[in-house]
């Protein structure tokens, strides 16, 4: 079993930034891929941002420029900083790992995710 919990979130007025975090427990972390989604009302999930073991990241267009995704092995933790915030990035924000072998921007190829935390900008 892997646990995941998220936090950082919150409500930031829009050109602002925030940084959540994701700790995880329960499997060698730093061997897996993690990746973030989100997930607004009355939308599907989306991918978010992807790194993978090694240090590749992957980043969907909407946040490529402004999100930044990496890891701390030694803290089994994952990062997701996000600049220049704007009110369509509200939504919940999930950390989850990823299969091996997986596509990362298929939310169906993760296996684990975390409870969520809350980010909402306002405009």
């Known amino acids: 079993q892997v646990q995941l919990v998220e936090s950082g979130g919150g409500l930031v007025q829009a050109g602002g930034s925030l940084r959540l975090s994701c700790a995880a427990s329960g499997r060698t972390f730093s061997t897996y891929a993690m990746g973030w989604f989100r997930q607004a009302p009355g939308k599907e999930r989306e991918f978010v941002a992807a790194?993978?073991?090694?240090?590749?990241?992957y980043y969907s267009a909407s946040v490529k420029g402004r999100f930044t995704i990496s890891r701390d092995n030694a803290k089994n933790t994952v990062y997701l900083q996000m600049n220049s915030l704007k009110p369509e990035d509200t939504a919940v924000y999930y950390c989850a790992t990823l299969r091996p072998g997986g596509r990362y921007y298929d939310s169906y190829e993760y296996d684990y995710w975390g409870q969520g935390t809350q980010v909402t900008v306002s405009s």
């Open positions: 790194i993978r073991s090694g240090g590749s990241t």
